[in-house]
């Protein structure tokens, strides 16, 4: 129950970043010399890319652009992660 727990955190981790981002980016695109949208932009960023480095670390790939290709395609395998994969 705790790995779904933090499974679903880390999702909503990613999926508010990711909300502030775009947010931000459409402000900006009217205000592209405003410095403190320019930091909270970057901050989400880097708030995204952290969960996404965890659950990726945790849970595996959210995306095929994830995965690491050696010898074996391995995005298909298992269920995919909005069908609750790798739990």
């Not at 502030?20 to 459409?26: I, N, S």
């Not at 405003?34 to 909270?40: N, P, W």
């Not at 996404?52 to 391995?74: A, C, F, M």
Request: hydrophobic share 30%; net charge negative; aromatic share 12%.
């Amino acid at each position: 129950m705790m790995n779904q727990m933090d499974r679903e955190k880390l999702m909503k981790m990613i999926s508010q970043a990711s909300f502030a981002m775009d947010d931000t980016r459409l402000f900006l695109d009217t205000h592209p010399n405003c410095q403190e949208a320019i930091e909270y932009y970057n901050k989400a960023k880097k708030a995204r890319e952290a969960a996404k480095e965890e659950y990726t670390r945790k849970y595996g790939p959210l995306s095929y652009y994830q995965i690491d290709v050696e010898n074996h395609w391995t995005w298909n395998e298992g269920p995919m992660p909005w069908e609750g994969g790798n739990c």
